[in-house]
């Protein structure tokens, strides 16, 4: 059962008036926020276009209801499916924590192999930054500034870190920032002194970048698609810290250098997940080889990338829980809280977006969507616009490629934006409020 989040704010818009989108969007504003992101190493380390970014939030500010109803700031009575102005983020406030996960190798330089004579070896990474100022939940527990190191309880899909981690000041982002690597094999000093990596070989040495193979796992070969037909992706490196399909769980608490100040969410720890439903050509439920496709010739190759048959019955995938306040899909309301096992369509469009074009980050109060990228590349938002018991409100940002699709469940937020010189092409699909 997920709960609304009643202390956000519904602007009220006089009648005949219209945000202006084009100052303050908070589309640029998160965005601006993942640009300062910085990595422990020099970036030719990581595979930037699968970079994974998380910004948590405590309070969202929306555009209320046009004309008519602008007096309806309630959102379970803004039951007026065409008016998309009520949908419309205007501003929100992050908390002190940010994460980013993403899959990195230090086979990035040419003469790595003196150093390195091991096959190359792409490995999760995950990295946690905490604000480092005076209004940090932290400080404020503390009563002063922290010293130049925090300590972090942390626990990843359930491993605990087995004591508390020390977190080191960076002075170049003014946050505590620490970035954990898996299992890569390599003298990380001895790579980085031959590449004259400077920042990679200061993060080692402060520790900001440790590896820790026993809370970040897996391989990013270990979903390749040779060998694996008809295998049940799920099951396949199941605690992977960059599960194509899984969602990452990440249970955190901070505290002072003693330990006996804690910014802990009240004792009860924060809880985050990496969950963004991202589908296409290298995230599948399933793949294999059909021969003579339903009587035709040849051979033809498949990916399953949603599904309620076969082994996928009952899943739950491309279902939704029906809340009392929510339309279901013949547009109805009911007493008590209701299961719909499929994804109803009202709409499929075409759209084109320019340069420097942006959809907003808006909500469906009610139904489901799928952005499904054709051509081109964008950035793509998602989140949790009502509180889930499980986890803290978020924002997660993608990279979308030609042939993958983000699917938007019922109360989350959602936006896409094109930072690149080309045109993007996309397919959108759904049932709109």
Same mark, same amino acid.
């Not at 924590?97 to 150093?115: H, I, M, N, Q, S």
């Not at 200061?202 to 698609?225: K, Q, W």
């Not at 074009?357 to 808006?362: A, E, K, Q």
């Given at each position: 059962m997920s709960s609304l989040m009643m202390s956000d704010t519904v602007l009220r818009v006089t009648p005949g008036q219209t945000p202006?989108?084009?100052?303050?969007?908070?589309?640029?504003?998160?965005?601006?926020?993942?640009?300062?992101?910085?990595?422990?190493?020099?970036?030719h380390f990581y595979l930037t276009d699968e970079l994974q970014a998380l910004v948590p939030f405590s309070h969202l500010d929306f555009a209320g209801p046009q004309g008519a109803d602008a007096d309806i700031l309630d959102p379970t009575r803004q039951d007026n499916k065409t008016d998309f102005q009520k949908q419309n983020v205007r501003d929100f406030l992050v908390t002190d924590?940010?994460?980013? /996960?993403?899959?990195?190798?230090? /086979?990035?330089?040419?003469?790595?192999?003196?150093?390195?004579p091991m096959p190359e070896r792409i490995v999760p990474f995950l990295k946690l930054s905490y604000r480092a100022g005076p209004d940090s939940k932290l400080a404020e527990a503390l009563g002063r500034l922290p010293g130049q190191s925090i300590r972090l309880f942390l626990k990843v899909n359930g491993r605990e870190a087995g004591g508390l981690i020390t977190v080191p000041y960076n002075e170049a982002t003014d946050r505590y920032e620490i970035e954990l690597w898996g299992d890569h094999g390599s003298d990380l000093r001895a790579i980085f002194s031959s590449g004259g990596d400077e920042r990679g070989l200061? @993060?080692?040495?402060?520790?900001?970048?440790?590896?820790?193979?026993?809370?970040?796992?897996?391989? +990013? @070969?270990?979903?390749? +698609?040779e060998g694996k037909d008809d295998v049940d992706v799920?099951?396949?490196?199941?605690?992977?810290?960059?599960?194509?399909?899984?969602?990452?769980?990440?249970?955190?608490?901070?505290?002072?250098?003693?330990?006996?100040?804690?910014?802990?969410?009240?004792?009860?720890?924060?809880?985050?997940?990496?969950?963004?439903?991202? /589908?296409?050509?290298?995230?599948y439920l399933k793949a294999g080889i059909s021969a003579n496709p339903h009587g035709g010739l040849g051979f033809l190759h498949y990916r399953n990338l949603l599904s309620n048959y076969f082994g996928f019955a009952g899943s739950g995938e491309l279902g939704r829980t029906v809340e009392p306040w929510q339309f279901d899909a013949m547009g109805g309301k009911a007493d008590?809280?209701?299961?719909?096992?499929?994804?109803?369509?009202?709409?499929?469009?075409?759209?084109?977006?320019?340069?420097?074009?942006?959809?907003?980050?808006?909500r469906h109060r009610d139904n489901q969507e799928i952005f499904f990228l054709?051509?081109?590349?964008?950035?793509?938002?998602?989140?949790?616009?009502? +509180?889930?018991?499980?986890?803290?409100?978020?924002?997660?940002?993608?990279?979308?490629?030609?042939?993958?699709?983000?699917?938007?469940?019922?109360?989350?937020?959602?936006?896409?934006?094109?930072?690149?010189?080309?045109?993007?092409?996309?397919l959108m699909f759904g049932g709109y409020d």
């Open positions: 202006d989108y084009n100052s303050r969007n908070p589309l640029t504003k998160l965005l601006g926020m993942v640009e300062t992101h910085r990595l422990a190493a020099e970036r924590t940010y994460l980013l /996960r993403g899959w990195v190798t230090p /086979r990035a330089w040419k003469d790595v192999e003196a150093f390195d200061a @993060s080692l040495d402060r520790g900001e970048l440790i590896t820790r193979p026993d809370m970040i796992r897996g391989l +990013r @070969s270990d979903f390749d +698609r799920r099951i396949v490196s199941s605690d992977c810290t960059m599960h194509p399909l899984l969602p990452t769980r990440i249970e955190v608490a901070w505290a002072d250098e003693t330990g006996q100040s804690w910014d802990s969410n009240e004792g009860a720890n924060y809880h985050y997940e990496f969950n963004m439903m991202l /589908r296409g050509w290298d995230a008590g809280e209701r299961r719909e096992g499929f994804f109803a369509i009202d709409y499929a469009d075409l759209h084109i977006l320019k340069n420097n074009c942006g959809i907003g980050i808006h054709l051509e081109g590349q964008a950035v793509m938002v998602t989140g949790d616009w009502y +509180r889930f018991p499980d986890r803290e409100r978020c924002f997660e940002l993608r990279t979308l490629r030609p042939g993958h699709f983000a699917l938007l469940k019922p109360g989350g937020l959602h936006g896409m934006m094109n930072a690149t010189d080309s045109d993007i092409h996309l």
